[in-house]
């Protein structure tokens, strides 16, 4: 179906529950239930894991405290549907990916708009902050990565080679490199200091949707629309292993590396064991899965979904 990452026809809405905050047992996690005023497209912790972004859809974040969740932040301002947030390396600042072809950076503790990064042709479909510099990487369906100065809003670099739309992208821990995963069934690595594509990762039979780093940096999981999740060696692109998705739209690697998480179209989120080869699935969710994501001390995992619903389970 050649549809692009906001709409799908089969799709049914469900009843949302009323309440902001739900506590619910499933399949012996502890699980907390965050309900939301629009699809959740993407989720982000703050690497002091002290806050957590949801991005809606509708074009608005809402931001929370972990100690108790009580949301803090409502961040409004994008124009067009919201695909992707990250938070700065210092947890303060917030970047947003808009389908209205702008990347958005966000002053959490002030709640308001620090400035507005235009470049992009199409829509903004993901966004990643560096962990390492004032730095943030985006992907459009212009089928370019952008790379930005954080401080300044100038584009220090446009990378372009995919023939198609980029629907996630990933800086190594080291900030060094970008992942990037598109629609033209390919990954790429570039080398963010001298803007070049190192290597292209071959393989995937579908689009590309999603991309993670492992907290060493030496491999690379990506997940495409054939429901196929594949493990890479950074260093030689050798594909090491690879297991069954559910059509997934994100993936993400636990802080130990030892695990995946994937969540997609069949409304469940998997955590697969790499090194047992066992998995677990997570039911709850009543529509598509959007965005998966480990806390930074590995405890809790979090998927947001077109159900309007964030569902932190703990691990």
Partial sequence: MDIGPSSYPLEVAPSIPTSSILLDRAQGSRERILTESGEVYSCAYSPDGKLFAVGLLN??????????????????????????????????????????????????????????????????????????????????????VRIWDADTGSCLQTLSGHDGAIFSIAYSPDGDKIASASEDYTVRLWDVNVGRCERVLQGHDGWVRAVAYSHQGNRIASADDDRIVRIWDVNTGECLSSFGGNEPFSVAFSPKSNEIACGGMHFTLNLWNIESESSRTFTGHTRFVRSVVFSPNGNQLASGSSDKTVRLWDI
């Avoid at 210092?90 to 708009?113: C, E």
Wanted: glycine share 12%; charged share 20%; net charge positive.
């Fill in 59 to 144: 074009g608005k974040i809402n931001v929370y405290e972990t100690s108790n969740w009580k949301k803090i932040r409502t961040l409004s301002g994008h124009t067009g549907n919201l695909f992707g947030v990250a938070f700065s390396r210092t947890s303060n600042l917030i970047a947003s990916a808009s389908g209205d072809y702008t990347v958005g950076l966000w002053d959490v503790k002030k709640g308001r708009s620090l400035r507005t990064f235009t470049g992009h042709t199409k829509g903004v479909y993901c966004i990643a902050y560096s962990s390492q510099r004032d730095e943030v990487a985006s992907g459009s369906e212009d089928s370019t």
